[in-house]
C-alpha cells in the first residue's frame, strides 16, 4: 500500500506557522477529507481556529509507510507528520 502525502502550513494564533504532513491512503479520501483530518489535527494543539483550505494543504507525493503510520490509518484512517513550527509566514 502507497500513502498520499499532503504538505501543510497553517497560520497559527501565535503568528508562527505549523507545518505538517497528513498522510492517507492512496486514492481512498478526496481532498476535502483530507483538509477535514488536518482540522482535528489542529483542534487536538487547540488551534482550531487557524484556517486550513486547499491553499494550506497540498498533495505532495506518495510513499510506504513505515509501522507507526500504518497503525494510525488503521486507527484513525490518517496519520499527522509534525514537520516543525516556522517563525514568520510562509513565502
Known amino acids: 500500500m502507497k500513502v498520499a502525502v499532503f ?13 505538517f504532513d497528513i498522510l492517507v491512503p492512496e486514492a481512498k479520501y478526496t481532498h476535502d477529507e483530507v ?5 482535528q489535527y489542529l483542534e487536538s494543539i487547540n488551534e482550531e481556529n487557524s484556517t486550513l483550505t486547499a491553499k494550506e494543504c497540498r498533495f505532495c507525493h506518495l510513499e510506504s ?3 507507526e503510520v500504518m497503525q494510525s490509518i488503521e ?13 514568520g509566514h510562509r513565502g
Open 7 to 19: 504538505d501543510t502550513y497553517v497560520k497559527k494564533s501565535d503568528g508562527n506557522t505549523a507545518h
Open 35 to 39: 483538509i477535514a483530518f488536518g482540522r
Open 65 to 67: 509507510p513505515g509501522p
Open 75 to 87: 486507527e484513525k484512517g490518517y496519520f499527522i507528520l509534525e514537520m516543525a513550527d516556522i517563525s
